[in-house]
């Protein structure tokens, strides 16, 4: 027998229906590439990209077609996607911080037809355009008189393109499961690989994001995703927002400590996301200028491991609540939240850090495990590590063209490559990366566990552990440091610091001090090009 309820296809243009039927005045508001702040609602939002939609059409795209946009976080670049996904077309976020080459292989790998592109990235894509043999057209997020020359197939100026439709156009319909859009993971061992989101999976993520044990967000909140949409689709905000009309705050292209202040400041956000690289340029700002968060309720802090120190920063100096997160781009991306379960709810102090600094727990539509290298699974007992492995219906069940099959396995889990431990209550900690992890005499060591304990020592910015090779142990830790501006420790202060908070054989055996550490474009730590620039380190003793 059947349940006698209606098909509702979960299409993505019903989040931004929505939006535009219950919260019409609710705004978006953006710093402009041009530069002066604008404003925008949801009705027009949703206007607008009803035309952009058209337009697409007009313009002869189909369903299914690829349409990239090279873009910063604004109210354009979330039409551009609601106009591409209203006719079944796919939007295809690039990464403007890869190298042009990586972008070019991107763009060829995913056939994208035509590009939605902000001023900032002309010359980037003047750069690539000519290797993308299916590239026919580049829209300029901008007006045309902010235009310049470039030398691009088919360029048209957004607002002009935009003046010629009528917005008299409905959304397609179609199966749920029709791509919706698509992002690369950035490669950081071989090549890229294609994620390709549905409707389906863009709609019950936003909702498992937007729980109150999740990322808790309402209609009452003035949300400033500083997370670029090019990043794992800003952790689904653009997606989460609309569905419980949100006011958006988009940064545009400063994320400065002193520009994503002046945001905070004026539109009164409450609710923020970002990587850790971002906070600590706030945390700088207003350390140095002595200004506080008044209206800021929560941060939420993924992509790479959050140091507790931060967390203790935000909560005690500043009264902001942090989430710390976990997730990946074949996840849409959030997979799990550290938010408080009722037997922690009173914990306070360093107990409640202790939480704070695991990445948490599943929303309901993501499974875990953890499994060792024979897939058996491994106890939650809060210590024994494995190979975390998820599934849910906004996890990917392959990569785009079939690369990195060998990651999902037939019962349906994937591989995510990150290695981490699950307590009795849940809650996960990441303690590597499967190919960052130290391994000595046999054991593993936490790279990210002792990275956390260093930085937490008041003369460093900056820290990163890598195995060195070692004759007897295989592989021995190294820390890699950035001092703060003006401060010169010495090794043996910072061993020490660290001596009795780890396990004696998990101490590294020698610091480097450098400059800078190298990031991805995605502001992680770029272990593969720290272990090249350390290859031929000789730890003391060696
Ligand atoms: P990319 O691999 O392209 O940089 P992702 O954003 O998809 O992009 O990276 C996902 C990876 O980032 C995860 O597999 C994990 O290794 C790491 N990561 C994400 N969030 C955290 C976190 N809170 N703590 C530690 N590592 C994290």
């Keep these: 027998m059947l349940g006698l309820m209606q098909e509702w296809p979960l299409n993505c243009h019903k989040l931004i229906d929505h939006a535009a039927r219950q919260y019409p005045d609710r705004e978006i508001v953006s710093r402009s590439i041009e530069g002066p702040i604008v404003r925008t609602n949801y009705a027009e939002l949703r206007q607008r990209s009803l035309k952009v939609s058209q337009l697409l059409r007009r313009d002869g795209y189909r369903r299914g077609d690829r349409i990239a946009t090279l873009a910063w976080n604004t109210a354009r670049h979330i039409e551009t996607w609601y106009g591409i996904m209203g006719i079944g077309a796919v939007y295809h976020t690039l990464n403007p911080r890869l190298f042009p080459e990586q972008i070019a292989w991107i763009m060829n790998h995913a056939e994208d037809r035509g590009v939605f592109v902000d001023l900032t990235f002309l010359p980037l894509l003047e750069k690539i355009a000519p290797s993308v043999g299916s ?29 010629a439709a009528d917005g008299d156009f409905a959304w397609e319909t179609f199966d749920e499961n029709t791509a919706a859009g698509m992002c690369y993971t950035s490669g950081t061992t071989g090549e890229p690989k294609g994620v390709v989101y549905s409707h389906r999976s863009n709609v019950l993520h936003a909702m498992l994001a937007a729980l109150p044990d999740s990322m808790g967000i309402s209609s009452r909140d003035v949300v400033l995703p500083v997370v670029p949409m090019f990043h794992a689709n800003a952790w689904g905000l653009a997606h989460s927002c609309p569905m419980l009309g949100a006011k958006l705050v988009m940064p545009g292209a400063r994320m400065d400590g002193p520009s994503i202040y002046e945001l905070l400041d004026t539109e009164k956000v409450t609710f923020t996301a970002a990587v850790p690289t971002v906070w600590l340029m706030l945390l700088q700002h207003l350390e140095e200028t002595g200004k506080t968060l008044p209206h800021l309720r929560k941060v939420v802090i993924g992509g790479s491991a959050c140091p507790r120190s931060m967390i203790r920063k935000f909560q005690d100096n500043y009264g902001v609540d942090v989430v710390h997160a976990w997730g990946m781009t074949e996840m849409s991306p959030l997979g799990t939240l550290c938010t408080m379960k009722p037997q922690h709810a009173e914990t306070e102090g360093d107990e409640r850090l202790d939480i704070q600094q695991k990445q948490g727990f599943t929303p309901f539509g993501v499974e875990m495990k953890i499994t060792d290298d024979d897939n058996r699974e491994l106890p939650w007992d809060g210590s024994t590590f494995g190979r975390l492995k998820v599934r849910g219906p906004a ?16 019962d349906g889990w994937f591989d995510t490559g990150d290695v981490a431990h699950i307590d009795h209550s849940g809650y996960m900690q990441i303690t590597d990366r ?18 956390n304990l260093a930085v937490g020592h008041p003369a460093l910015a900056e820290a990163a552990v890598i195995g060195v090779s070692h004759p007897k142990w295989g592989e021995r830790p190294l820390l890699v440091a950035v001092c703060k501006p003006g401060k010169e420790p010495d090794k043996s202060d910072i061993l020490r610091f660290m001596e009795g908070r780890v396990a004696k054989w998990w101490l590294p055996d020698d610091v480097a001090f450098v400059d800078e550490i190298p990031h991805t474009a995605t502001g992680k730590i770029q272990k593969s090009r720290l272990r090249e620039l350390f290859r031929d380190y000789r730890l003391p003793g060696d």
Excluded: C, H, M
Excluded at 139 to 150: F, G, Q, Y
Excluded at 397 to 405: I, K, Q
Excluded at 434 to 451: C, F, P, Q, R
């Design 395 to 410: 996890v990917a069940r392959s990569y785009y063209g079939g690369t990195g099959a060998e990651q999902f396995d037939e």
């Design 135 to 163: 590239l026919r057209q580049v829209i300029v997020l901008a007006d045309a008189k902010n235009v310049p020359d470039v030398n691009l197939p088919n360029v048209v100026a957004y607002e002009e393109w935009l003046a």
């Design 434 to 451: 499967a190919k960052d992890v130290v391994k000595s005499g046999g054991e593993w060591i936490s790279t990210i566990e002792l990275e």
